[in-house]
């Protein structure tokens, strides 16, 4: 019901940006939260950052000072503003809304798009 769009992942060199985007489309009322995960290989998907509709954020610690969340609500997209990236970045990144939808609510995910940090 809904479709999260991401791009924006890339090759980049240590200390190097980028900026991800998703935008949702679809069956969506109300979104109630957007985030960022990703996966490296072998591990679990973990949280890097997510922001509620009012604009509350929060930060995995290993990102927090390097990058920033933000959101165009009107258009229900979401960014990660990713700088002074180090290897440990590598993963997939996937996003991430909580939507409702004719009191229903749902948990939608991207499709992941892949940072890679090497020299």
């Known amino acids: 019901q809904v479709q999260l769009v991401e791009s924006g992942g890339g090759l980049v060199q240590p200390g190097g940006s980028l900026r991800l985007s998703c935008a949702a489309s679809g069956r969506i009322f109300s979104v109630n939260i957007m985030g960022w995960y990703r996966q490296a290989p072998g591990k679990e998907r973990e949280l890097v950052a997510r922001i509620t509709r009012g604009g509350n954020t929060n930060y995995a610690d290993s990102v927090k000072g390097r990058f920033t969340i933000s959101s165009d609500n009107a258009k229900n997209t979401v960014y990660l503003q990713m700088n002074s990236l180090k290897p440990e970045d590598t993963a997939v990144y996937y996003c991430?809304?909580?939507?409702?939808?004719?009191?229903?609510?749902?948990?939608?995910w991207g499709q992941g798009t892949q940072v890679t940090v090497s020299s």
């Open positions: 991430n809304f909580g939507t409702f939808w004719s009191g229903v609510y749902q948990d939608s």
